[in-house]
């Protein structure tokens, strides 16, 4: 991968398909989208998580700090002048150094989640991030075209993986990577509806774009819930940013519905990604744990 993914660089240096606790932000392209590795960031505030994957040709990898740079954590501080963020090139660095004589608001550690698929066996599978109490923070759910006839990724994520107003820069953005490049997929905007304090304006709430070797869809998580599409380069794509979900088990139902079409394994496999999913965005243990 060719591009930064710590969520504070830039609109697509991420924290992967992040949002509002209770919902669960999704995007889908068609169908032939070449694509079988994709990456994304996440900012925890614990240094002990660890991802497995579910499915037949997936793999998920999460690494410290991002392969693209010298980024280990980041630090919120309180100045004078309100907060602002600062980073480590070193895991352990300390908040309190880093941040002077400016009290600390919080230290997160940054993680690259790089998952792989075997196009030619992979339909439908799931990665869950799990903590060191073995609670789950974090769950993607992932169709193949051959599946339910889109390439579609949608992730879930607790509370406490989404930063606070701190983090702001952070919380409001989310982006994938996605490699290799598409021939088709180029620069572009989704716009929709943000209703900050109440008054809504149209504005972009996504862009696309690639360097030849990658491509990226950045996205803000602040629009309101529906359903947004618009073209990158010549490809469709729609992102849908879910209501916040009332419960575990409606999530679970709701979320159930992009399984059907699906029978044998590849159901059970769909099915259990959504379950896995809805209980990291409501921070329970999850039986649906891969390993």
């Not at 980024?71 to 309190?96: E, H, L, N």
């Not at 869950?128 to 992932?142: C, E, F, N, R």
């Not at 992009?258 to 329970?284: E, P, S």
Request: aromatic share 6%.
């Amino acid at each position: 991968m060719k591009r930064t993914l710590i969520s504070s660089i830039l609109l697509a240096a991420v924290v992967v398909l992040t949002g509002c606790n209770g919902t669960v932000s999704s995007v889908s392209f068609p169908p032939q989208a070449p694509w079988n590795q994709m990456g994304t960031g996440i900012l925890s505030p614990t240094d002990d998580l660890v991802a497995t994957a579910a499915g037949t040709g997936i793999h998920a990898d999460l690494f410290p700090g991002s392969p693209d740079t010298s980024i280990q954590a980041f630090v919120a501080c309180q100045g004078s002048g309100g907060p602002y963020v600062q980073s480590c090139t070193d895991r352990a660095c300390d908040a309190q150094a880093t941040c002077g004589t400016d009290t600390v608001i919080e230290k997160r550690f940054s993680y690259t989640l790089v998952v792989d698929l075997d196009r030619g066996t992979f339909s439908t599978g799931s990665v869950q991030i799990v903590d060191g109490t073995g609670a789950t923070q974090a769950g993607l759910a992932i169709n193949a075209g051959n599946a339910v006839g889109g390439f579609d990724v949608a992730a879930g994520y607790s509370e406490g993986l989404i930063p606070g107003v701190q983090f702001s820069n952070v919380d409001e953005a989310g982006a994938l990577i996605l490699s290799p490049h598409w021939s088709d997929f180029g620069d572009g905007n989704i716009t929709g509806q943000v209703c900050p304090n109440g008054v809504c304006s149209t504005q972009t709430i996504a862009q696309c774009t690639s360097d030849g070797s990658s491509d990226a869809l950045g996205y803000a998580t602040v629009a309101q819930p529906g359903t947004y599409s618009g073209t990158c380069g010549t490809v469709p794509v729609h992102l849908t940013i879910n209501p916040p979900f009332k419960s575990l088990g409606d999530c679970i139902s709701t979320r159930k519905a992009v399984c059907n079409g699906l029978t044998g394994q590849n159901r059970k496999t769909c099915n259990n990604a959504q379950i896995g999913m809805c209980q990291a965005m409501f921070n329970k243990h999850s039986a649906h744990n891969p390993n």
